[in-house]
Structure formats: C-alpha cells, structure tokens
C-alpha cells in the first residue's frame, strides 16, 4: 500500500511524462535494491487519445528487472505490470496496485526461489493512444519484438497484473488465444491457498501481445472499481486485502 500510495501522489503517469519518468525511477530503484540486474527498454510511442485526452508523441521505457545469471536462452517466465496510467488519472487500482504486488513477488523470488528464474518488467505505455489493437500495449508489443528468438522461445509463461486492488475474486483472464495451462496453473493454485478466483477472458492488458505471438499467458485482475480512469482513482479505492489474495495466488504459482 506505500507503493501505491507514493505512485498515485505523482499523479498522472501518461507514459511520457514527466512523472512516468519519476515512476520508473522508483521502480528501478526498488527492484534493483533487491539485487536484480536493472535495464531501461527505450521507445517512442506515437501522437495520440488516450481515453478522450490527447496524448503527445515521445520517449518512453520499459523497467526490465532480471535475475542473476539468466541467459537469454534459458527456460523462465515472465511477470509484468503497467505503470503508466490514463492522462486523466493517478492511476492508483489502475496500475499502481499491480506494480506493487509485482514489486513484493520480486522480492519474494529472490529471497524464496522460484520454480524458474522469473523476469520481471514495469511494462510503460500500456494505456490506449487510439481505438485499434496495434495503438494498446505500446510497452509490451516492444518487449515481444525484441525479444524474438532464443529469448522469446525460452519463455515458458507470461502473468499480466492489471487492477488487482479491486475487490472480490481474483479474475484470472486469457484472450482466447493462449492455451488454458497457466489460467489452469492460476486457478489451482488459488483453491491451495484459499483464495477465491474465476476464469475469464480479456485482451485489454500486456499478456495480449504475448498471446497474439504464440505465448501461453494470463491476466490476473480486473474487478470493477467506481475511479476506473478518471481522477478518483485514489488509494482508498484500493483493498489492501486484494493485494494480498493477489499476491498469495501468483507466489503459489511461481513457487510451483
């Protein structure tokens, strides 16, 4: 709840801004305390609305947190959250809340070990800058592109943490296109640690593009909140417990 707290007092995070910038400072400051190798992914997005708010062109990034001694080439998953937030918002459920469970399970990884090393990645420019599906998910369309190859083909899976404060059960989503083997993975891992969950299928998050390429994925996250993409969107929105029933779901998972 810090986290959240600190991100959303920043205000709006459109991802070239100022305070998107101040945001993945943060963020890269956090993950690489824990003892993570740290990169910066460059990229422009374009000229665009972004929810009925024009946005400008510019320079944005990815926070890219790997462990050490992973290989491009070896087997690992992915675990991502977007920082960025509608012009209009300060984005505290959206995304704040899935960046500070991403944050927790990164340290999580490196002080409890995981089944496979597990990257994890502050995604930037998730947010709409259009109406079509190529002007979503800027950050991890980029991710995807680059990472074609021994990269791309050594990723085993991809969770997508996205609005994960609002509560109620935790909504683990698929676009239709993934394999149902981590939703299944997700769900059996909620019933062993009593959490409540339910299959879904949504394509507004970055586990989209993963999915469009052939990658087996799912969406954690999703419930409706009352300050969905507007100025409401404030920490007391955001259920401390949801991120903990969040939470428990994907340690369970990662732990195998």
């Given at each position: 709840?810090?986290?959240?707290?600190?991100?959303?007092?920043?205000?709006?995070?459109?991802?070239?801004?100022?305070?998107?910038?101040?945001?993945?400072?943060?963020?890269?400051?956090?993950?690489?305390?824990?003892?993570?190798?740290?990169?910066?992914?460059?990229?422009?997005?374009?000229?665009?609305?972004?929810?009925?708010?024009?946005?400008?062109?510019?320079?944005?990034?990815?926070?890219?947190?790997?462990?050490?001694?992973?290989?491009?080439?070896?087997?690992?998953?992915?675990?991502?959250?977007?920082?960025?937030?509608?012009?209009?918002?300060?984005?505290?459920?959206?995304?704040?809340?899935?960046?500070?469970?991403?944050?927790?399970?990164?340290?999580?990884?490196?002080?409890?070990?995981?089944?496979l090393p597990?990257?994890?990645?502050?995604?930037?420019?998730?947010?709409?800058?259009?109406?079509?599906?190529?002007?979503?998910?800027?950050?991890?369309?980029?991710?995807?592109?680059?990472?074609?190859?021994?990269?791309?083909?050594?990723?085993?899976?991809?969770?997508?943490?996205?609005?994960?404060?609002?509560?109620?059960?935790?909504?683990?989503?698929?676009?239709?296109?993934?394999?149902?083997?981590?939703?299944?993975?997700?769900?059996?891992?909620?019933?062993?640690?009593?959490v409540r969950?339910?299959?879904?299928?949504?394509?507004?998050?970055?586990?989209?593009?993963?999915?469009?390429?052939?990658?087996?994925?799912?969406?954690?996250?999703?419930?409706?909140?009352?300050?969905?993409?507007?100025?409401?969107?404030?920490?007391?929105?955001?259920?401390?417990?949801?991120?903990?029933?969040?939470?428990?779901?994907?340690?369970?998972?990662?732990?195998?």
């Amino acid at each position: 709840m810090r986290l959240v707290r600190e991100l959303a007092a920043m205000g709006s995070r459109e991802a070239t801004s100022r305070a998107f910038a101040q945001a993945a400072d943060l963020v890269q400051i956090r993950l690489a305390a824990l003892g993570y190798s740290v990169r910066r992914q460059t990229f422009t997005v374009p000229a665009g609305r972004s929810w009925g708010v024009p946005v400008p062109r510019g320079r944005t990034a990815n926070v890219i947190a790997v462990p050490a001694g992973l290989t491009p080439g070896d087997p690992h998953l992915v675990v991502g959250a977007h920082l960025d937030t509608v012009p209009q918002s300060p984005g505290a459920e959206d995304n704040a809340s899935g960046v500070a469970v991403l944050v927790e399970l990164a340290r999580l990884a490196r002080e409890g070990g995981t089944r496979l090393p597990v990257v994890f990645v502050a995604f930037a420019a998730e947010e709409p800058r259009g109406p079509t599906d190529d002007e979503h998910h800027f950050g991890s369309q980029e991710y995807v592109r680059r990472s074609a190859g021994a990269e791309g083909d050594a990723r085993r899976a991809m969770v997508s943490l996205d609005r994960v404060g609002a509560p109620g059960s935790v909504p683990v989503c698929t676009g239709g296109l993934s394999p149902r083997l981590v939703q299944r993975e997700l769900l059996a891992a909620a019933a062993r640690v009593g959490v409540r969950a339910r299959a879904c299928e949504n394509r507004t998050s970055d586990h989209w593009p993963f999915e469009k390429a052939g990658e087996t994925v799912a969406r954690i996250g999703g419930n409706p909140s009352p300050g969905y993409h507007s100025a409401r969107d404030l920490p007391r929105l955001v259920s401390r417990r949801q991120l903990e029933r969040t939470g428990a779901v994907v340690w369970e998972w990662l732990r195998g």
